[in-house]
T-cell receptor, first 114, second 118 residues
Framework: AQSVAQPEDQVNVAEGNPLTVKCTYS??????LFWYVQYPNRGLQFLLK??????LVKGSYGFEAEFNKSQTSFHLKKPSALVSDSALYFC????????????FGTGTKLQVIP | GAVVSQHPSWVICKSGTSVKIECRSL??????MFWYRQFPKQSLMLMAT?????????EQGVEKDKFLINHASLTLSTLTVTSAHPEDSSFYIC??????????????FGPGTRLLVL
C-alpha cells in the first residue's frame, strides 16, 4: 500500500522568509511525487512533480521540492514567501509500478504573515 | 495548457432531486478522469476513476447507483448525484490525466463544484 504524510496541519511564516512544507511518503516501488496548491473554494493547481532525474525539482511560482530517497521525503520549499502564497498545500504520491491511483496527503495550511 | 473546467461551479437543490456535474478537459484528451469529494478542512477522497468508453471504477464505500459516472468522450465526464440528500452536500472536484501525451502522470484539476442539498 502507498501512503503520504504531511505532519503539519499549519505552517506560519513571515513574508520574505523561506518556507518549507513537509511531506514523507511510502511506496513499494519507485515513487511519482506531486505538489498541488488549493485556494479557498477552488480546485487544486499543479505546482511540480518528481518522476525521475534530478532530485531538486523546480515548479511554478518559485516553488521547488527536493526528492530524498533515503528519507522518503519530498519537502516543498520557497526561498522567500509571499502573502499570496497563503493557501492549502497537498503532497501526493503514486507508485510507478502500474497502480494508477494517486494518494493525497491531508494537506498543510500555509499562512504567510505580512 | 492542461485546463479542466467544471460546470456548474455551485448548485443548490432540494432533497430527492438529481444533480449532474460536468467535467471537461479543454485543451487535451483525457484518457482517465477522476472524481473526488472534499469535506471542509479535509483532504480529497477519491470516489471513482473512469476511462473513456468504459465503466467507472468506484472506491470502496462509494455507491455506484448513487453517484453515476459517465465518461462518454475523451474530453467529457459527468457525475450525477441521484436522489440527493443533505449528507451529499460537499465540494466535488474532478481531475483529468492523459498518459499517452506529454502531460504524462500529472493530474489536472477542475475548479470544483459546491453542492448544497436542502
Amino acid at each position: 500500500a502507498q501512503s503520504v504524510a504531511q505532519p503539519e496541519d499549519q505552517v506560519n511564516v513571515a513574508e520574505g522568509n523561506p518556507l518549507t512544507v513537509k511531506c514523507t511518503y511510502s511506496v513499494s516501488g519507485n515513487p511519482y511525487l506531486f505538489w498541488y496548491v488549493q485556494y479557498p473554494n477552488r480546485g487544486l493547481q499543479f505546482l511540480l512533480k518528481y518522476i525521475t532525474g534530478d532530485n531538486l525539482v523546480k515548479g511554478s511560482y518559485g516553488f521547488e521540492a527536493e526528492f530524498n530517497k533515503s528519507q522518503t521525503s519530498f519537502h516543498l520549499k520557497k526561498p522567500s514567501a509571499l502573502v499570496s502564497d497563503s493557501a492549502l498545500y497537498f503532497c501526493a504520491v503514486r507508485d510507478s509500478g502500474g497502480y494508477q491511483k494517486v494518494t493525497f496527503g491531508t494537506g498543510t495550511k500555509l499562512q504567510v504573515i505580512p | 495548457g492542461a485546463v479542466v473546467s467544471q460546470h456548474p461551479s455551485w448548485v443548490i437543490c432540494k432533497s430527492g432531486t438529481s444533480v449532474k456535474i460536468e467535467c471537461r478537459s479543454l485543451d487535451f484528451q483525457a484518457t482517465t478522469m477522476f472524481w473526488y469529494r472534499q469535506f471542509p478542512k479535509q483532504s480529497l477522497m477519491l470516489m471513482a476513476t473512469s476511462n473513456e468508453g468504459s465503466k467507472a471504477t468506484y472506491e470502496q464505500g462509494v455507491e455506484k447507483d448513487k453517484f453515476l459516472i459517465n465518461h462518454a468522450s475523451l474530453t467529457l465526464s459527468t457525475l450525477t448525484v441521484t436522489s440527493a440528500h443533505p449528507e451529499d452536500s460537499s465540494f466535488y472536484i474532478c481531475s483529468a490525466r492523459d498518459l499517452r501525451g506529454t502531460l504524462g502522470e500529472t493530474q489536472y484539476f477542475g475548479p470544483g463544484t459546491r453542492l448544497l442539498v436542502l
